[in-house]
């Protein structure tokens, strides 16, 4: 400890070396500063602890040679403003006193002390003391040991010889005591509002809303991270053409914004966010570019604002599978020819281009994960931060395998690594964790503040809902594909009837497709399990391989997963996608093409065609010869006539093996049996058999996926084994030449497809 006339002469010395020119600067910092602090208000109940964060504006000198030791360095420091808020008290700098400022030594090399004797005075308020202020006559002395600047993460202790404070009110009289403050200073925040439009996976096509009165809107959301001292007051969203100098036209005032936000322990409440619901139809928009502008009322600020640029059309141009439910698995056979069917509702003055892909499912995919407890890091906020704390595990993977800095205040590799529980801390400050929890939207943006305080650039960041199995199946590929990284957002629902919702950092997923054959007919079932870092587990990787269900609502259940111990599956209701710059998706936007095979890696590319749009069922064609058993997406991915791309996805499954069970085997099975003799010259006979009387259509395609001969057409035919032969004939009479043909077979909504060889 440096003796006090010792600090006292080196705090004459700097002020004096600053006004000859000795030291350089000053610097400007604004850091996110939590305080911890021990009040003792005379007549006002017993002593109590209590949080306050805020910013708080230091300026700073270069460093330049110290008075006392000329071999050794000073940095002066000065705080400029501060104001903190915590559950009904504001403490701020008291500018009736003379500047605190604070002194740092430097020597070289190593690690200093730094001393603040001449510190902080405050002044406090309380809300259930209005009018009423308390001030400290008497500086707080802190110290701690500094090995960066500007000094983040550092933890001030109080010097406990010189508490107690006195605390004064303004006319002087007694009030209390100070009997304790420690400080942590981190990078700041500034509240930052991020809109957002619901588009088409993977487009900038606008999405009309498909549920309830606003079916057929488009809906737009906002929302503001960061400092989460100030209070948004409401949203005004507004709308002009793209490309438009003129000003924005308003649609839609929020008044509250009540939010849905994942706290582990809160009820979600029934809000989400900021919303507001724009009339597609309003305006002559039908394949027009438009803007949306979010500005959010944030006092003392005045409106912050954001914008959104998206394709709109009352009738947009997105495919959809016909005979392809989203809450279902497809189930395909191996070596077999399926027609795949969609359509476009928007109308098309010339057909676009269509494809057809596939990504297959890893059967296991895992990555090792930094376990990081919620509840350990500190803050008084620590029980509700399962957002920032799972967003650390996920970015503290990415520093660990490929991006240095991602764990370095400000990016920066030359100063210390920060551990897991100082960057949840930093991301709970991005994105404006209260003591309510995060929104889907903050974590969005806190993510992405975090990433550009971090030096990176060009990452992507995307909320995405899961409500079936398709949504399942797109988030594990986002798990997969490229080096992305998922937070999986679950509800669960406690003994009272409320819901609440928690954030993990999926770790595993393990997914098996397999043949069930009774009952009949033959039927695809999955088996997925997920596998994640609970940070309300004290940060547990153990013990988490979930298998999913599903309930009665359809939502993706976790077998055996309790939030709240209350009993009960929590089940998945959504995830944040984070994705590097080589992952992150290039442009989507609607006026580009569509991606090349070569900007899609993992995807299979198995068909293409034409996209006649205007309501016109189309077809593309998948044959199962090349492809392994097991779980995959399949995707439809269109270019209408003004080349704008769209996708539609669906899960698909070819049985890896099959399952029975005790029941009874029925005489006979829906199912196309196969072919004799194959190759065949110059005729064949195709077997099927049906469990009842039902309508059979059985039709040959050539390996274009062109129809040759249509064998029958919804013939209603009786349960039983039945044949028919072709005669490698097309429907005009004509011989076809030899080469690979498919039969496709289609009764009781079983599609199944047996290939076929002619050798002339």
Known sequence: MIPLFALILLFVSIHAGIINGSATGPNEVKFAKE??????????????????FGRCDIEFSDPFPDPLDPESTVIETEIVEMELKGPGIKIRLNDGLPSPGKIKLTPPGIDFPAE????????????????????????????????????????????????????????GTLAGELLYLSEELRPYYEPEVNVVAATAYMSEVALLHQRGPMTGMIKLCASLSGDRSYEAIEAIFAYRPFGDPGPFTDFWVDPDGMGLKYSTKDPLGPGDGFTAYFDPGSEPFEGHVVEFEARILVPPFGFLYDTATVFVDPTPPIPEFVDFDEDSVGYFHIDSFFDITYKIDDEFTFPGTAELWLFPLSFEYSRDLTEIDQLGLGTDNDSTSCAPTAAASCLKYFADNGYPGLDNPGGDEAKPEQSGEEMARELGDAMGTDEHGTTPGEMVSGIGSYL????????????????NETDLGEMIREFESDGEDVLMLVQDTTAAGDTIGHVVTLGSVTTTYYETIIPPPPAGSTDTKLDFMDPWGGGSTEDNNYDTGENAEGQTTLTGYDLDGAGGDGWVCGYIKVSPPEAAP?????????????????????????????????VLHWDTTPYSGGLYLMEVVTTDDQGITCRDLRLAGIPTYT????????SFKTNLRGSYPNPFNPATTIEYSLEKETKVTLVVY???????????????????????????????????????????????????????????
């Not at 005379?42 to 306050?52: H, I, M, N, Q, S």
């Open 702 to 760: 050539d390996v274009s996926g062109r129809k040759v001969r249509t064998l029958l057409s919804g013939k209603k035919v009786e349960a039983g084994v039945h044949k028919v032969e072709w005669d490698g004939k097309d429907d005009k009479g004509r011989q076809l030449s030899s080469g690979i043909y498919f039969c496709r077979f289609l009764a009781e909504g079983q599609v199944e497809a047996k290939k076929l060889i002619l050798l002339r």
């Open 586 to 618: 290039s442009s989507s936007s609607a006026v580009h093409p569509a991606d090349k095979a070569a900007a899609r890696p993992g995807w299979l590319l198995a068909d293409t065609g034409i996209a006649h749009g205007n309501g016109i069922i189309d």
């Open 452 to 467: 550009e305080g971090h030096g990176q650039s060009g990452w992507s960041v995307e909320h995405g809902e899961v409500s």
């Open 116 to 171: 603040s004797f001449f510190d902080v005075f405050y002044e406090i308020e309380f809300d259930e003391l209005p009018g009423d202020t308390f001030i400290t006559h008497d500086p707080v002395h802190l110290t701690s040991i500094i090995d960066q600047w500007p000094a983040y993460f550092e933890n001030y202790e109080p010097d406990l010889a010189l508490l107690p404070v006195t605390i004064f009110r303004k006319d």
């Open 659 to 666: 399952v029975d069970d005790d029941s009874p085997t029925p």
């Open 35 to 52: 305080i911890k602090i021990l009040l003792d208000l005379w007549g006002l109940g017993p002593p109590d602890t209590v949080f306050c």
